[in-house]
């Protein structure tokens, strides 16, 4: 399950909201410099797995990028490509 409204990241007080959301235990997706926040790891994986075969080029690349993200473990999952004001080790 994810929320309905992607958080933009544009401004100092979003990255503040990831943090929160990521101390809570929910999984959080960067992409196209937008967060989406995912309840669900599964549901999160299964969505972008389905990116990854639907689409091509660039576009399965950024959501490949996420699906790894996912596989991997990470409270934040990047699309590669966004520009991120969190690229910080407690994200990993």
């Known amino acids: 399950m ?12 979003s990255v503040d909201l990831l943090r929160e959301l990521t101390r809570k235990g929910e999984c959080v ?13 599964i549901a999160a994986a299964a969505f972008y797995a389905e990116g990854v075969r639907e689409c091509d080029g660039c576009e399965a690349e950024r959501y490949m990028n996420v699906l790894m993200d996912l596989m991997d473990g ?19």
């Open 2 to 13: 994810r929320y309905e409204e992607p958080i933009l990241l544009k401004s100092r007080e």
């Open 29 to 41: 997706v960067i992409c196209y410099n937008a967060a989406e926040v995912w309840q669900d790891r």
């Open 74 to 92: 990470r409270k934040v999952c990047h699309d590669g490509v966004t520009e991120m004001l969190t690229r910080t080790p407690e994200y990993r």
